[in-house]
């Protein structure tokens, strides 16, 4: 089983927010990531919002140093 991660140090924001998130699966990252993005980043929880974080995650885990931009 390969992990999964997303790393929100991909996406520029005012914030700067560097967390990276990984699970053993995708269906475990997601409820996760989603308290993520509607708590610190003030999104709306909905399907739309669900598609895009599932499209976002890759494979592996999260590099220690941030992804050059």
């Known amino acids: 089983m390969t992990r999964k ?3 929100c ?3 520029p924001s005012e914030m700067g927010c ?3 998130m990984s699970a053993d699966s995708e269906g475990e990252l997601l409820e ?3 308290q993520h993005a509607v708590t610190v980043h003030k999104h709306a929880d ?3 919002l669900r598609s895009q974080l599932r499209s976002l995650f890759h ?3 999260p ?3 941030a992804p050059r931009a």
């Open 5 to 7: 991660y997303i790393d």
């Open 9 to 11: 140090r991909e996406f």
């Open 18 to 20: 560097s967390i990276a």
């Open 32 to 34: 996760p990531a989603v």
């Open 46 to 48: 909905s399907p739309e």
């Open 59 to 61: 494979d592996g885990t």
């Open 63 to 65: 590099p220690v140093d």
